[in-house]
């Protein structure tokens, strides 16, 4: 096993791929399948520790599925249209360039990009020892991926989930497009500049004007918005009926309508006190006519229900149904006109007036504020920090702005996708409550966007007139089209060639659409395309397992869209894991420089001092050594820890390959019954250890896994066993039973611990199986399939006699480090020890032994690592070191005899002396003899 993983790694790699090792046992296992479906990443950008974790992740759970026998067939995917690979390929043009480009050119060239992405990506995880079908991977722009959409959308659409129609949505300016709420995020620290205005009251019902008895005169509605440029579109104002409003008077003797819950805020920005002349319930006020303060239009007060509150504002909301959900929803109660004087780019239209070519997001804002105040109609403008909505890729703010759009509505199949959700596993449980809450509360999924790189909404428009062409027979055909020739079949073919025959001879009267799909539509139809569409996949899929933002995102759509389809979860399991931070907690940026690289981690960077190669079983070894079910730390201090523990596990590895090179198990092997107490122990602990391995893998708690890898590799054997049977292995002839006694169990251990390792650590699993100096059936360590413990090793009461026993060393051990360390001795061999047990639980261990080991001074002996061992007796004359204990009287002194050169016990025997001159004792001179060896 040679220690260099940059270099061991990919020849390994290369094993595998020469002797299809994931191929055949993904066919040929006897198991049944086991599809974890793979949540396809943008391709589009350098693979991140947020990719090393999840594809990591998945890797050690196919591994271990695979050991355990199951038909293990693992496609990885990649997202492959949208508006980032749009941009990227605009960034690399000339202005010149631009102005030649085609729709079509355009896809060739974004087609070209993601492929290029998709290929240094897959380059990238397979160098991290993750297996799959790499030459068969989904992309979403394969042709028959794209037909496969196409036929979801239809089955949408024949079921009438799908509709088009004028409604505000989340639009982004920066990219010019629609987006969906899985394609927003929100910053901290924005702030908006918040308005209170005055809206003048013009008309009064007749019942509040005399119930206001001539106080309507110079009456104002205070009105209150974060959104100033959102006022030109301003039609109406709304007022919760179950809150009070009281008129109040300003210093000046300007009067306002506010809710009564917020007189108290609204005196405290506006500076003075605000008298209250008369009360009033809220529904009195529905009906009131105002003049708008900027601009020749009226508006009317209406009941908006619980959209209004008393927690912030005036208890009083400015109406522009054409800028928001909520205010759509009241518009359309009451009848009121739809305005959005605002362009695709974020612009003011002549619709809003004076305004007109102002950016609602920058320069806008300023110019209503100062119009209000020339108005007299400001009566505060205040900054007012919020969650407010960005776009996720420009990372620019967005806006709510009404367009003619396609959605998808959930109300015909909401109540089925809440029943869906609770026919699949959680992990962790929380996700549940997260996906329905967010079922429940979504509204309709705007899945339209005005881009070129997606795939088409296959629709066609009168060319004159507002009708439409979209059924059974217009989708079947397309879909056909898409599945022979792409989604370029849209730009490249005339109304004539995409519709079909019974409407081809009407071409002239059609136009086709020009908006793409959402890509969270591309994604979510993942299972139709891929886990339904190869033969050799299973839908539902029996894991989904993505970061924990996927609740939003690919989870939610790719269960929409199978719930309207078929009625059910395209997953029976959705396991989830949180983000990648650095040593401090905090999120990786380049301007923290706190980026942790997965390639400079695999193959180290350019200071190899700072950043040395660890190789991918390191990288591998971090997944398994967190609890990714929240988010994850990575840095330097935390890879070399990993890095250590690495070696040591390698290293004990190494130390018992080393030691079986001249044993064959056919020839050499010790029977079961024949072993040495200490041996069946450690198969004993091995078959425990197996175990609790396999309920961390079964439970996806991969940081067990780690813990219990690296507990029996260094105390169970390194600091235990290894150490106890170096005399065996080293001063023992090479026949002799007591060496192939060690030699049968280190070779089944070594063995054992290279299968339960294989899921993680996969090339050091490989490494030692192709590193065993004796011949085995398998040619791979996959192929031995998972390790199985032998019912005769379990040996419960041997375990509970190890387990004193090892309490007795560790008590020994302290005495003896106590006189290492004030120089009275070096190593433990030149030390005699007497022992007085009053202990019952060390006294029943030793009772056992004494009952089935007729030497069981020498045997405890040799398990202290001293020379000589008294059980009971006189007291030594003159110890180095004593201790009274609970039960337990230690003494340690200096050893009685001579140093043997051989083994450094010290003995009392006469001994023998070499030809060299060197004096051995009679156990190694006995030796000798056997072996004819000199020393």
């Given at each position: 096993?040679?220690?260099?993983?940059?270099?061991?790694e990919p020849?390994?790699q290369?094993?595998?791929?020469?002797?299809?090792?994931?191929?055949?046992?993904?066919r040929?296992?006897?198991g049944?399948?086991?599809?974890?479906?793979d949540?396809?990443?943008?391709?589009?950008?350098?693979l991140?520790?947020?990719?090393?974790?999840n594809?990591?992740?998945?890797?050690i759970?196919?591994k271990?599925?695979?050991?355990?026998?199951?038909?293990v067939?693992?496609?990885?995917?990649?997202d492959?249209h949208g508006?980032p690979?749009e941009?990227?390929?605009?960034?690399?043009?000339?202005?010149?360039?631009?102005?030649?480009?085609?729709?079509?050119?355009?896809?060739?060239?974004?087609?070209?990009?993601?492929?290029?992405?998709?290929?240094?990506?897959?380059?990238g995880?397979?160098r991290?020892?993750?297996?799959?079908?790499w030459?068969?991977?989904?992309l979403?722009l394969?042709?028959?991926?794209?037909?496969?959409?196409?036929g979801?959308?239809?089955?949408?659409?024949?079921?009438g989930?799908?509709?088009?129609?004028?409604?505000p949505?989340?639009?982004?300016?920066?990219s010019?497009?629609?987006l969906a709420?899985?394609?927003?995020?929100?910053?901290?620290?924005h702030?908006?500049?918040?308005?209170?205005?005055?809206f003048?009251?013009?008309?009064?019902?007749?019942?509040?004007?005399?119930?206001?008895d001539?106080?309507?005169?110079?009456?104002?509605l205070?009105i209150w918005?974060t959104?100033?440029?959102t006022?030109?579109a301003?039609?109406a104002v709304?007022v919760?009926p179950?809150?009070?409003y009281?008129?109040?008077?300003?210093a000046a003797g300007?009067?306002?309508?506010?809710?009564?819950?917020?007189?108290?805020?609204l005196?405290?920005?506006l500076?003075?006190?605000?008298?209250?002349?008369?009360?009033l319930?809220?529904?009195?006020?529905e009906?009131i006519g105002?003049?708008?303060p900027?601009?020749e239009?009226?508006?009317?007060?209406?009941?908006?229900?619980?959209?209004?509150?008393?927690e912030?504002?005036?208890?009083?909301?400015?109406?522009?149904?054409?800028?928001?959900?909520?205010?759509?929803?009241?518009?359309?109660?009451?009848?009121l006109?739809?305005?959005?004087?605002?362009?695709?780019?974020?612009?003011?239209t002549?619709?809003?007036?004076?305004f007109?070519?102002?950016?609602?997001l920058?320069?806008?804002?300023?110019a209503?504020?100062?119009?209000?105040?020339?108005?007299?109609?400001?009566?505060?403008?205040?900054?007012?920090?919020?969650r407010?909505p960005y776009?996720?890729?420009?990372?620019?703010p967005?806006?709510?702005r009404?367009?003619e759009?396609?959605f998808?509505s959930?109300d015909?199949f909401?109540e089925?996708?809440l029943?869906a959700v609770?026919q699949?596993r959680?992990?962790?449980?929380?996700?549940r409550?997260?996906i329905?809450a967010?079922?429940?509360?979504?509204?309709?999924?705007c899945?339209?966007?005005?881009?070129v790189?997606?795939?088409?909404?296959?629709v066609?428009y009168?060319?004159?007139?507002d009708?439409v062409l979209?059924?059974?027979?217009?989708?079947?055909?397309?879909q056909?089209?898409?599945?022979?020739?792409g989604s370029?079949?849209w730009?490249?073919?005339?109304?004539?060639q995409?519709?079909?025959?019974?409407h081809?001879p009407?071409?002239e009267?059609?136009r086709?659409?020009t908006d793409?799909?959402?890509v969270?539509?591309?994604?979510?139809?993942?299972?139709?395309?891929?886990?339904?569409?190869r033969?050799?996949?299973a839908?539902?899929?029996?894991?989904?397992?993505?970061?924990?933002?996927?609740?939003r995102?690919?989870?939610?759509?790719?269960?929409?869209?199978?719930?309207?389809?078929?009625?059910?979860?395209?997953?029976?399991?959705?396991?989830?894991?949180g983000?990648t931070l650095?040593?401090q907690?905090r999120?990786m940026?380049?301007?923290?420089?706190?980026?942790v690289?997965p390639?400079?981690i695999?193959?180290?960077?350019?200071?190899r001092?700072?950043?040395p190669?660890?190789?991918?079983d390191?990288?591998?070894?971090?997944?398994?050594?967190?609890?990714?079910?929240?988010?994850?730390?990575?840095?330097?201090?935390?890879?070399?820890?990993?890095?250590?523990v690495?070696?040591?596990?390698?290293?004990?590895?190494?130390?018992?390959?080393?030691?079986?090179?001249?044993?064959?198990?056919?020839?050499?092997?010790?029977?079961?019954e024949?072993?040495?107490?200490?041996?069946?122990w450690?198969l004993?602990r091995?078959?425990?250890?197996?175990?609790?391995?396999?309920?961390?893998f079964?439970?996806?708690?991969?940081y067990?896994?780690?813990?219990?890898?690296?507990?029996?590799?260094v105390v169970?054997?390194?600091n235990?066993?290894?150490?106890?049977?170096?005399?065996?292995?080293?001063?023992?002839?090479?026949q002799?039973?007591?060496?192939?006694?060690?030699q049968t169990?280190?070779?089944?251990v070594?063995e054992?611990?290279a299968?339960?390792?294989a899921?993680v650590?996969?090339h050091?699993?490989?490494d030692?199986?192709?590193?065993?100096?004796?011949?085995?059936?398998?040619?791979?360590?996959?192929?031995?399939?998972?390790?199985?413990?032998?019912a005769?090793w379990?040996?419960d009461r041997l375990?509970?006699?190890?387990r004193?026993?090892?309490?007795?060393?560790?008590?020994?051990?302290?005495?003896?480090q106590?006189?290492?360390?004030?120089?009275?001795?070096?190593?433990?061999?030149?030390?005699?020890?007497?022992?007085?047990?009053?202990?019952p639980?060390?006294q029943?261990?030793?009772?056992w032994?004494?009952?089935h080991?007729?030497?069981?001074e020498?045997?405890v002996?040799?398990w202290?690592?001293?020379?000589q061992?008294h059980?009971g007796g006189d007291?030594?004359?003159?110890?180095?070191?004593?201790?009274?204990?609970d039960g337990?009287?230690?003494?340690?002194?200096r050893a009685?005899?001579?140093?043997c050169?051989?083994?450094w016990?010290?003995?009392?025997?006469?001994?023998?002396?070499?030809d060299?001159g060197?004096?051995?004792?009679?156990?190694?001179?006995?030796?000798?003899?056997?072996?004819a060896?000199?020393?």
């Amino acid at each position: 096993m040679r220690a260099n993983a940059v270099e061991r790694e990919p020849q390994l790699q290369r094993f595998w791929a020469e002797h299809k090792v994931y191929e055949k046992l993904s066919r040929s296992n006897p198991g049944q399948p086991f599809v974890l479906h793979d949540g396809p990443p943008y391709a589009n950008g350098a693979l991140h520790m947020g990719h090393a974790l999840n594809k990591v992740l998945k890797d050690i759970i196919n591994k271990y599925k695979l050991l355990q026998g199951r038909k293990v067939r693992f496609v990885p995917g990649w997202d492959c249209h949208g508006l980032p690979i749009e941009l990227k390929v605009l960034q690399g043009l000339t202005p010149e360039q631009r102005r030649q480009l085609t729709p079509i050119k355009l896809r060739k060239k974004a087609a070209a990009y993601a492929r290029k992405q998709m290929e240094g990506q897959r380059q990238g995880f397979r160098r991290w020892g993750v297996w799959g079908d790499w030459d068969n991977p989904y992309l979403t722009l394969q042709k028959e991926y794209e037909a496969a959409q196409i036929g979801v959308f239809g089955r949408m659409v024949l079921a009438g989930h799908v509709y088009r129609g004028l409604k505000p949505v989340y639009w982004s300016p920066s990219s010019r497009t629609a987006l969906a709420e899985a394609e927003l995020e929100y910053p901290e620290g924005h702030t908006s500049s918040s308005v209170y205005g005055a809206f003048p009251v013009e008309t009064v019902p007749d019942a509040l004007a005399r119930r206001l008895d001539g106080a309507a005169r110079g009456l104002h509605l205070a009105i209150w918005t974060t959104t100033p440029w959102t006022l030109p579109a301003n039609v109406a104002v709304a007022v919760n009926p179950r809150l009070d409003y009281a008129v109040v008077a300003t210093a000046a003797g300007r009067r306002l309508v506010v809710a009564c819950g917020r007189r108290p805020a609204l005196s405290q920005v506006l500076g003075e006190p605000l008298e209250i002349l008369q009360t009033l319930p809220g529904t009195a006020l529905e009906g009131i006519g105002y003049g708008h303060p900027l601009l020749e239009r009226h508006g009317r007060v209406v009941l908006g229900g619980d959209m209004v509150t008393a927690e912030s504002g005036t208890g009083l909301v400015h109406i522009a149904p054409g800028h928001g959900a909520e205010d759509f929803a009241v518009g359309r109660r009451y009848n009121l006109p739809v305005l959005c004087p605002v362009d695709e780019g974020g612009r003011f239209t002549a619709e809003a007036g004076p305004f007109a070519g102002l950016n609602v997001l920058e320069d806008a804002n300023p110019a209503i504020v100062a119009a209000l105040k020339e108005r007299s109609a400001l009566l505060a403008c205040v900054p007012y920090a919020h969650r407010y909505p960005y776009d996720w890729r420009t990372k620019k703010p967005t806006i709510f702005r009404a367009t003619e759009q396609w959605f998808a509505s959930l109300d015909g199949f909401r109540e089925a996708a809440l029943a869906a959700v609770g026919q699949v596993r959680w992990l962790p449980g929380s996700g549940r409550k997260r996906i329905e809450a967010m079922v429940r509360e979504r509204g309709d999924w705007c899945i339209s966007r005005q881009r070129v790189w997606g795939v088409p909404i296959p629709v066609f428009y009168a060319r004159s007139g507002d009708e439409v062409l979209l059924n059974e027979d217009t989708l079947a055909h397309v879909q056909q089209l898409f599945a022979t020739h792409g989604s370029d079949a849209w730009w490249t073919m005339d109304e004539e060639q995409l519709l079909p025959p019974a409407h081809a001879p009407e071409a002239e009267r059609w136009r086709k659409g020009t908006d793409t799909m959402d890509v969270w539509f591309d994604s979510g139809s993942s299972w139709a395309a891929v886990a339904a569409g190869r033969e050799e996949l299973a839908y539902p899929a029996h894991l989904y397992l993505e970061g924990s933002d996927q609740h939003r995102g690919w989870f939610q759509s790719s269960l929409l869209t199978s719930v309207a389809v078929h009625g059910h979860a395209p997953y029976r399991c959705v396991l989830t894991h949180g983000f990648t931070l650095d040593e401090q907690g905090r999120k990786m940026s380049k301007s923290l420089g706190n980026v942790v690289d997965p390639t400079v981690i695999i193959a180290g960077g350019k200071n190899r001092k700072k950043e040395p190669a660890y190789g991918a079983d390191v990288l591998r070894l971090w997944v398994s050594s967190v609890d990714y079910s929240s988010d994850v730390p990575i840095g330097a201090g935390i890879l070399r820890q990993l890095a250590d523990v690495y070696r040591k596990v390698r290293n004990t590895c190494r130390y018992m390959l080393g030691n079986v090179y001249d044993f064959q198990p056919e020839r050499d092997g010790v029977p079961f019954e024949k072993l040495a107490w200490l041996d069946r122990w450690l198969l004993h602990r091995t078959g425990e250890v197996l175990q609790e391995a396999t309920r961390a893998f079964e439970a996806y708690e991969f940081y067990r896994f780690f813990q219990i890898l690296q507990n029996f590799c260094v105390v169970d054997l390194s600091n235990f066993y290894l150490d106890v049977v170096k005399d065996r292995l080293y001063i023992s002839a090479p026949q002799d039973l007591s060496r192939r006694q060690c030699q049968t169990v280190l070779a089944v251990v070594v063995e054992q611990l290279a299968g339960m390792m294989a899921p993680v650590l996969c090339h050091m699993a490989e490494d030692i199986w192709q590193n065993l100096p004796y011949p085995v059936r398998e040619t791979s360590v996959f192929e031995r399939g998972w390790p199985q413990a032998a019912a005769q090793w379990r040996h419960d009461r041997l375990a509970a006699v190890v387990r004193q026993l090892r309490r007795l060393r560790t008590s020994v051990n302290r005495q003896l480090q106590t006189t290492q360390a004030a120089g009275h001795m070096g190593a433990s061999l030149e030390a005699q020890v007497r022992l007085d047990i009053q202990d019952p639980d060390i006294q029943g261990a030793v009772t056992w032994l004494q009952d089935h080991d007729a030497n069981v001074e020498n045997l405890v002996k040799d398990w202290l690592l001293v020379s000589q061992l008294h059980l009971g007796g006189d007291p030594l004359p003159q110890p180095l070191a004593e201790s009274r204990e609970d039960g337990l009287h230690i003494q340690v002194a200096r050893a009685e005899g001579w140093k043997c050169s051989r083994c450094w016990h010290y003995t009392m025997d006469q001994g023998q002396v070499l030809d060299d001159g060197s004096h051995v004792c009679d156990r190694c001179a006995a030796v000798l003899r056997r072996s004819a060896i000199a020393v």
